[in-house]
């Protein structure tokens, strides 16, 4: 339980300063794209600042999510409040599909006016400054991802991993205005990653209604979780299995099938040793088991497994 306890608060750290992490990031970006964009009134330069600039505020809305997601259950909460996390999900894909909604516009009204492109070089060089610092966050957020399970993490993961490709595109964007003087390239690109954009936030408000809607865990999990609760040699069979999750915490609900003539107290440690096995497959879950005798016959959902 101690030990439990102890990656809990690791894992806590980490998301804390990944969210940390993230907004930094997104305010050093939107100064040097900021500069960058005046510079060389670039559509495609617009548009990786408009990402920055819902990034930066996605990631706020991050850190104040997972803050509250990071509470311990009370009495209002019992089941702690890890649902703040799909929640900022929800919100974040909300400003991600509000950025693509202007970046739409504007690279439609320029594909009709183009303008050629001023200081290309000072416009490459950002880009790249870009990319290599986007590069460290997204492989820190990567690592925190693996370890916490964090839905708005690995949300707030995917702006950036998005925004390595917008970066990459800008450049060749840039290249093709300046040499080939191909206006036409700037806002076609722009909006190409307004799509992009679009696509990634439906990607995320179906993680989050996932979430929201207590969907239960992959079936591989599922199938994981009955393997160990028959590897107990007193175990006769399991059903009524019941998952979710809600941020970072797992929740997993079975009967066990027993023998019908144990003593309770048998019954009960038999019950503690398949919890703590599944504790340690899934570290952190609340695991709740019912014993019943085996081979009686009950009212049983067939969608429960």
């Known amino acids: 339980m101690a030990e439990a306890k102890t ?3 690791q894992n806590a750290r980490l998301m804390r300063r990944a969210t940390y992490a993230s907004v930094s990031v997104a305010g050093m970006l939107i100064a040097v794209k900021s500069a960058a964009w005046l510079l060389t009134d670039s559509i495609a330069m617009l548009s ?5 600039l819902f990034d930066a505020a996605a990631s706020l809305v991050n850190l104040i999510a997972v803050g509250q997601a990071l509470k311990p259950a009370d009495r209002a909460h019992r089941f702690g409040h890890g649902k703040a996390e799909p929640l900022a999900g929800l919100g974040q894909a909300a400003l991600i599909a509000g950025s693509a909604a202007f ?28 990319i290599v610092l986007t590069l460290v966050l997204v492989r820190f957020q990567r690592y925190v991802v693996g370890k916490t399970k964090s839905i708005a993490i690995s949300a707030d993961s995917l702006h950036y991993v998005s925004d390595l490709l917008v970066n990459t595109g800008v450049i060749v964007a840039l290249v093709l205005v300046t040499t ?54 007193e175990v006769r069979d399991m ?20 023998d019908g003539d144990l003593t309770l107290n048998r019954a009960h440690r038999i019950s503690d040793a398949v919890e703590a096995r599944i504790r340690a497959a899934f ?3 609340e695991v709740i088991i019912h014993q019943d005798p085996a081979g009686i016959e009950e009212e049983r959902a067939t969608f429960t497994g």
């Open 239 to 258: 059903h009524d299995l019941r998952t979710r999750s809600s941020g970072r915490d797992t929740f997993i609900q079975l009967h066990l099938e027993l």
């Open 103 to 130: 970046l739409l516009f504007e690279a439609g009204h320029r594909l009709f006016q183009p303008r050629p492109i001023d200081n290309s070089a000072i416009g490459i060089g950002v880009m790249v400054f870009a």
């Open 180 to 233: 080939l003087g191909w206006l036409w390239v700037d806002p076609v690109f722009g909006l190409a990653v307004a799509v992009f954009v679009l696509y990634n936030a439906w990607k995320i408000v179906a993680r989050a209604l996932d979430m929201l809607m207590d969907r239960e865990l992959p079936d591989e999990d599922r199938a994981r979780i009955r393997e160990i609760v028959l590897g107990h040699a």
């Open 7 to 9: 990656i809990e608060d």
């Open 283 to 285: 570290p952190g879950a």
């Open 48 to 52: 990786t600042l408009i990402d920055s």
